[in-house]
């Protein structure tokens, strides 16, 4: 798939439609965020003022590293992420662990009220017999 780099806005070819950023902007990208984590690992608490003074890091991109689990908030920090399915305070990601194993639980198991079965039907117009299908 061939998409426009959403920084540069240059084509790139993105075959598994995972990339928002061609392949120069996502190393520059991952160059600032290095820069990032290791002030933050030196300055625990800044403020996202002070990142965005620092190295032009939008709020935006603060939020979009903490919802992709790219960095984690400290306890005392003063910025606040919700879980997106329940609203409780989190640290990194989309949303708490009490709901990623409520969501993993709904995945693997049928909705409420409905009762799946394996069945076999067998057309009535059909003869009994199986066959193997040629290749």
């Given at each position: 798939?061939?998409?426009a ?7 790139f ?8 950023l061609?392949?120069?902007c ?29 190295f ?30 329940c ?6 990601g ?11 639980e709904?995945f ?19 003869s ?5 299908i040629?290749?």
């Open positions: 798939m061939v998409k780099c959403l920084n540069c806005k240059r084509l070819d993105d075959y598994f439609d995972t990339n928002t061609c392949e120069s996502r190393k520059e990208e991952e160059s600032l965020l290095r820069k990032v984590k290791d002030y933050l690992w030196d300055n625990p608490g800044t403020t996202e003022k002070k990142l965005n003074e620092l032009g890091v939008s709020k935006e991109q603060v939020k979009m590293w903490l919802r992709q689990g790219r960095l984690e908030l400290t306890p005392d920090s003063k910025i606040k992420l919700t879980c997106l399915r609203g409780s305070m989190i640290k990194t989309k949303y708490c662990k009490e709901c990623i194993v409520a969501l993993k709904g693997n198991s049928p909705p409420q009220g409905t009762l799946v079965q394996d069945t076999m039907v067998m057309d009535k117009n059909a009994n017999k199986m066959r193997f040629d290749k």
